[in-house]
């Protein structure tokens, strides 16, 4: 793929979503399904061009570089367009098995989101990574409110305002980078003095709108309120891709504009290390699934950002690891909750027992699922522990600590948490009633004993869990990736080269 192509993985979704507002709902569908699989086919391509060309860039209508709106694409932009790619199409095909894809709008809205996040993706300056943030916000308001449990309304209320809060700081922040340094380009902005403290203060600034977007403890509180109640597929959207771009934000501004900032080492670690404390023990008061999941995706934050606290090339390379691995196995999971919700109406850990002689391929896929989130082998999540903790090796005195005992503490409350969950969902007596089930909000009725999960609902989830298993099994290609993209990170001549150069 050359750079004049990297605008239309933008292009491509935004204007199948005019289309799907115009078509009918069965073509509005199949366009749901086109745009993705043409942008995961970008991505790939993408990742094999990097093989030979370290970086490509694209200045949209051919203005002068650095004023230019800026399209660029590293190993980390194509590996992660890629990952979120398939993860959303496995989202689309349950959406379109559970039926979910038939609601006015909802292909339209999806494909929105995808241009969105790619285009916060590639995009080579600060204000057009707030543009597309915002493209991703807004179809996001409407996904919330469509879709889920009655909650929706007054969490859709919270969603809003907290996005709209952080959009604003993280307005501020590039006017404030803009006045500091002339500049909002990426590539421009590389070259200015990282310890400037006027400089320094307002990256900063958007800094701090990335880490509310991410989840960081303590700015977490939102996300296990907000996306629970939404529908199941739209969170596993949402934890692929709304804190994943954040995140990614994050590793690009910490290292490309601020030079890795090592003055901020030990302050990073205390935060990333308590949110996966945090995350990892959230789950056990919680008594439904994606409740509990939703703690688990705070607690995967910490271990994302603690290759950019490690900030050695093996540091981050664990960290972008660890990002793929969570974004398949939490979208496997959540998606998994899908298939149990539209066939028994419930993701109450009351309302559940006994599921694993009931759903024997369901059990296998939650347990390797939980499994992977815990670290135990054969899963993605073991090697991207393994990998953070030979990060951390090279870390000195208390820092090496901290971030070992960190790990640990946190892997202990997921297996806590997990352990509960399967006792309570899996494990057990029989099902014999459902108390939300049919008529009457809370008022049990007979559980109807021929309900059975669709084989084929689960084939999405299983998909994304054969693809962490294959992190397991092969990890050395995905690795070298890992290396190559963190190799990137540290070194952003060749970054700043091809953003500058006509």
Not at 238 to 264: C, E
Not at 281 to 291: D, N, W
Not at 335 to 348: C, D, G, K, V, W
Not at 357 to 363: D, G, H, N, Q
Request: with cysteine.
């Amino acid at each position: 793929m050359t750079g004049p192509a990297l605008p239309l993985l933008v292009v491509v979704p935004l204007l199948a979503a005019a289309l799907g507002v115009m078509l009918p709902g069965r073509l509005s569908r199949m366009l749901l399904v086109v745009g993705p699989l043409l942008t995961t086919a970008g991505g790939a391509a993408l990742v094999m061009a990097h093989s030979e060309t370290p970086v490509i860039a694209h200045h949209v209508g051919g203005f002068v570089p650095g004023i230019a709106i800026a399209f660029v694409s590293d190993t980390f932009t194509a590996v992660m367009i890629t990952v979120t790619g398939i993860t959303t199409l496995a989202c689309i095909a349950v959406a379109m098995l559970t039926g979910e894809a038939r609601l006015r709008f909802f292909p339209s809205l999806v494909l929105m989101l995808s241009a969105g996040v790619n285009g916060a993706l590639l995009t080579g300056d600060l204000f057009n990574l707030f543009v597309f943030i915002e493209v991703m916000l807004l179809p996001s308001y409407a996904l919330i409110a469509m879709t889920g449990t009655w909650r929706r309304l007054g969490i859709g209320r919270l969603f809003v305002v907290l996005n709209l809060a952080t959009s604003t700081i993280f307005l501020i922040g590039v006017g404030l980078v803009y006045g500091v340094a002339g500049s909002v380009n990426i590539a421009v902005l590389s070259e200015m003095d990282a310890e400037d403290p006027r400089f320094l203060l307002a990256v900063s600034v958007v800094l701090l709108a990335l880490t509310v977007k991410a989840g960081v403890v303590p700015v977490h509180g939102w996300l296990p309120r907000s996306y629970p109640a939404t529908s199941a597929t739209v969170m596993a959207l949402f934890s692929a891709l709304h804190t994943k771009v954040a995140i990614y934000a994050i590793y690009r501004i910490h290292q490309v504009v601020l030079d890795g900032a090592p003055a901020w080492i030990t302050l990073v670690l205390i935060l990333v290390t308590v949110t996966m404390v945090v995350g990892g023990y959230g789950s056990l008061g919680e008594k439904m699934i994606r409740r509990s999941l939703s703690w688990q995706m705070v607690a995967g934050v910490g271990y994302i950002l603690a290759g950019l606290g490690i900030g050695t090339q093996l540091g981050l390379a664990a960290g972008f690891f660890y990002m793929i691995h969570h974004i398949l196995v939490m979208g496997s999971l959540l998606l998994a909750s899908a298939a149990i919700e539209h066939a028994y109406r419930t993701n109450q850990f009351v309302g559940l027992s006994g599921l694993m002689r009931r759903e024997p391929v369901l059990a296998v896929l939650a347990a390797l699922g939980m499994g992977s989130l815990i670290g135990f082998p054969p899963s993605s999540g073991f090697f991207g522990k393994v990998g953070l903790v030979r990060a951390a090796a090279e870390l000195d005195g208390l820092q090496l600590w901290l971030v070992l005992t960190a790990i640990l503490v946190a892997s202990i409350g997921t297996l806590l948490a997990m352990v509960k969950m399967w006792s309570e969902v899996f494990w057990g007596p029989p099902i014999e009633e459902l108390p939300c089930y049919g008529r009457g909000r809370g008022v049990p009725v007979p559980f109807p004993h021929g309900t059975r999960i669709r084989r084929r609902t689960l084939l999405p989830s299983a998909a994304l869990l054969g693809a962490s298993l294959l992190l397991f099994f092969v990890p050395g290609p995905v690795w070298e990736l890992c290396l190559q993209a963190a190799s990137g990170l540290l070194d952003v001549s060749g970054y700043a080269e091809a953003v500058m150069s006509r």
